[in-house]
Antibody, heavy 116, light 107 residues
Framework: EAQLVESGGDLIQPGGSLRLSCAAS????????MNWVRQAPGKGLEWISY????????YYADSVKGRFTISRDNAKNSLVLQMTSLRADDTAVYFC?????????WGQGTLVTVSS | DIQMTQSPSTLSASVGDRVTITCRAS??????LAWYQQKPGKAPKLLMY???TLESGVPSRFSGSGSGTEFTLTISNLQPDDFATYYC?????????FGPGTKVDIK
């Protein structure tokens, strides 16, 4: 069964950094463009970043541009989101999602809480 | 950025009902629209893409239509498993945006 599993979520102080990972099993992640989508508690979905299959095309939402970095390691079948200068409004469940433009594969999400 | 709106925000319905959710884009997105279903504590599930193409495995009681700026998701013969929140998402450009969601709950 194709599965995505996120990890790395934690309670972090404002201004801190955190690294999220997304591991794929049951399918080859390197065949998919990948994304990160987040959902603040009780709120809707927000796309935040895209990376192409080869990693040579990357996009970010304005809300995270300059603070977050998406990367992938196809040899390890994994995706990473490096987050810096975290703010309270970054508090959310972070999902990795596979797909070029719409997302047909999703992980279960990992919770990031930014609070002092 | 393209803004997405959905109406209604909440919809109360009964099993067997036909329900329709509307999604509007702030500018034309052709048919570059997807629909997702999300249940509490779970990841979203893709239902439809290119406005009206049903994702594999999704029941045929779900249908989608529209183009340009106005789109609809219709669920005919609502089933107990369909009570959830539904989101539209545009992918006209690489600044993907979701609608705010429509919660379908039990009347």
């Amino acid at each position: 069964e194709a599965q995505l599993v996120e990890s790395g979520g934690d309670l972090i102080q404002p201004g801190g950094s955190l690294r999220l990972s997304c591991a794929a099993s049951g399918f080859t992640l390197s065949y998919y463009s990948m994304n990160w989508v987040r959902q603040a508690p009780g709120k809707g979905l927000e796309w935040i970043s895209y990376i192409s299959v080869r990693g040579d095309t990357i996009y970010y939402a304005d809300s995270v541009k300059g603070r977050f970095t998406i990367s992938r390691d196809n040899a390890k079948n994994s995706l990473v989101l490096q987050m810096t200068s975290l703010r309270a409004d970054d508090t959310a469940v972070y999902f990795c999602a596979g797909g070029e433009a719409y997302f047909d594969k999703w992980g279960q999400g990992t919770l990031v809480t930014v609070s002092s | 950025d393209i803004q997405m709106t959905q109406s209604p925000s909440t919809l109360s319905a009964s099993v067997g009902d036909r329900v329709t959710i509307t999604c509007r884009a702030s500018q034309s997105i052709s048919t570059w629209l997807a629909w997702y279903q999300q249940k509490p504590g779970k990841a979203p599930k893709l239902l439809m893409y290119k406005a009206s193409t049903l994702e594999s495995g999704v029941p045929s009681r779900f249908s989608g239509s529209g183009s340009g700026t106005e789109f609809t998701l219709t669920i005919s013969n609502l089933q107990p498993d369909d009570f959830a929140t539904y989101y539209c998402q545009q992918y006209n450009d690489y600044s993907f945006t979701f609608g705010p969601g429509t919660k379908v709950d039990i009347k």
